[in-house]
C-alpha cells in the first residue's frame, strides 16, 4: 500500500500557482519523498524529490515540513500542459526494496 | 537524449495468446524495471533487473508472466496464455544505479494491451 495521501482532485487557474499537498505521517529517517506525474496516456515523469531541505527545479519546487510528515509540490505558473495526475511517492534512500509505490494521485486539472 | 523506449506502444490479442514487449533502457542504466497499470490506478511494480540478474518480483508477477534481460541491455516481458485481467498499461522504467541522485527511475509511454 502507498504510505501516502493525496486529495484525489485539485483545480487551478492558468497562470497561478499550484500548490499540491502529500501526508506521509509514517515517513522514516532514510525515506525521500518524490514526484512523479502522469500525463494522460504517457509514462510517469520525474518532477523533483528531496529528504528534508525544500528543494526546487525548473519544474516546481518541494516544501517539506519539519518534522517530514507532510510536503508541498508547488508548480509557480500553471499551464494547462500541466494538467496531470501527480504522484507523491516516499522511498528508502538506500538497501531495501527498489520499487516505487504509487497512489492514486491527485488529478489537476489546469483551467484557463 | 534518447529516452526509455518501449515496443510496441499497443498491443490487441485474444484471449489465451502469448505477447512480448520490449523494453529498451536510456544509455549506461544499469537498472530496469517493469510496472503494470490498470485504468484509474498508479502503477503497480512488477519487477526489476539490475544487469542482467532478475533481483526483485513482486507477487502479482505469476507464472504466466517472465521477463528476462539477457546481455543487461534491453529487456522482455512475455506473457502467456494472455487472460482479459491482464488489459493494462505496461511500463518500463530504468535508472542509472546507487546513489538517491543516481536512482530516479525514468519511464517510458507505455505498452497497452488489450486482451479480448
Known amino acids: 500500500d502507498a504510505k501516502t495521501t493525496q486529495p484525489p482532485s485539485m483545480d487551478c487557474a492558468e497562470g497561478r500557482a499550484a500548490n499540491l499537498p502529500c501526508n506521509h505521517s509514517?515517513?522514516?529517517?532514510?525515506?525521500?519523498v518524490y514526484w512523479y506525474r502522469q500525463i494522460h496516456s504517457q509514462g510517469p515523469q520525474y518532477i523533483i524529490h528531496?529528504?528534508?531541505n525544500n528543494e526546487t527545479n525548473e519544474m516546481a519546487s518541494l516544501i517539506i515540513t519539519e518534522d517530514r510528515k507532510s510536503s508541498t509540490l508547488i508548480l509557480p505558473h500553471a499551464t494547462l500542459r500541466d494538467t496531470a495526475v501527480y504522484y507523491c511517492i516516499v522511498r528508502v534512500a538506500w538497501g531495501g526494496s527498489e520499487k516505487l509505490v504509487f497512489g492514486k494521485g491527485t488529478k489537476l486539472t489546469v483551467n484557463p | 537524449d534518447t529516452g526509455v523506449s518501449q515496443d510496441p506502444r499497443h498491443k490487441i490479442t485474444k484471449r489465451g495468446q502469448n505477447v512480448t514487449f520490449r523494453c529498451d533502457p536510456i544509455?549506461?542504466?544499469?537498472?530496469l524495471y517493469w510496472y503494470r497499470q490498470t485504468l484509474g490506478q498508479g502503477p503497480e511494480f512488477l519487477t526489476y533487473?539490475?544487469?542482467?540478474?532478475?533481483?526483485?518480483k513482486s507477487r502479482l508477477l505469476s507464472d504466466r508472466f517472465s521477463a528476462e534481460r539477457p546481455k543487461g541491455s534491453f529487456s522482455t516481458l512475455e506473457i502467456q496464455r494472455t487472460e482479459q485481467g491482464d488489459s493494462a498499461m505496461y511500463l518500463c522504467?530504468?535508472?542509472?544505479?546507487?546513489?538517491?541522485?543516481?536512482?530516479?527511475?525514468?519511464f517510458g509511454a507505455g505498452t497497452r494491451l488489450s486482451v479480448l
Open positions: 533487473f539490475q544487469n542482467e540478474a532478475q533481483l526483485e
Open positions: 544509455s549506461e542504466h544499469n537498472r
Open positions: 522504467a530504468s535508472s542509472l544505479g546507487a546513489g538517491m541522485a543516481k536512482n530516479i527511475q525514468y
Open positions: 528531496g529528504l528534508k
Open positions: 509514517t515517513i522514516s529517517g532514510n525515506e525521500y
